[in-house]
């Protein structure tokens, strides 16, 4: 193979590795593309776990996430957090959370996320946990977290590159 041929092969390899084709584990449901949804393992005993996920909104108009409800949760809301005079705060959405035509809205630790409370048992690595969101337009759409290693912060994280966690010891609820 001459070097030509090997940039040429070199070159289709790299296409093919880093090429980004949609997860088989999208979700999309009318102009809204799900994608990228996960949680944590959690300690034994542990009543709380966060949902994290990416909705892409591909369309012309504006949806909103109105809930989610989870069976393995007694209570499930969308949440925010965010900094207020230097003390992060969390708090429910109650009138829900606008997801903008042509744009993409990141739920991740210390930001949005799904709070799902009263868990009825522990998720642990490698579960997938159905969860229910409804949206305005899009209505009822079924996801599955895929859970990852108690220290995840991003999806296939899985743990293992435990970072230094925010300090939320002056978080107010």
């Known amino acids: 193979m001459n070097k030509l041929s090997r940039i040429f092969a070199l070159a289709a390899l790299s296409a ?3 090429a980004a084709p949609a997860s088989a584990d999208d979700v999309k449901a009318g102009d809204l593309v799900i994608s990228q949804a ?21 369309g012309t108009v504006a949806d909103k996430l109105v809930s989610v409800s989870a069976d393995i949760a007694g209570k499930a809301e969308v949440h925010e957090m965010a900094m207020d005079n230097g003390v992060m705060k969390m708090r429910q959405l109650d009138k829900g959370l606008v997801i903008e035509p042509g ?18 048992g522990p998720f642990k690595q490698g579960d997938k946990v159905p969860v229910t969101l ?5 209505g009822k759409v079924a996801v599955s977290l895929d859970v990852q290693g108690v220290g995840a912060q991003a999806p296939g994280d899985g743990g293992h590159m435990m970072k230094e966690m925010p300090d939320h010891s002056g978080m107010k609820m």
């Open 16 to 18: 093919v590795v880093f």
């Open 103 to 120: 744009k993409t809205v990141k739920f991740a630790p210390g930001g949005y996320h799904l709070m799902l409370q009263e868990l009825k």
């Open 38 to 58: 996960w949680s944590r393992a959690t300690p034994g005993g542990a009543k709380v776990a966060g949902g994290y996920l990416t909705i892409e909104n591909k």
């Open 134 to 138: 409804q949206f305005e337009k899009a």
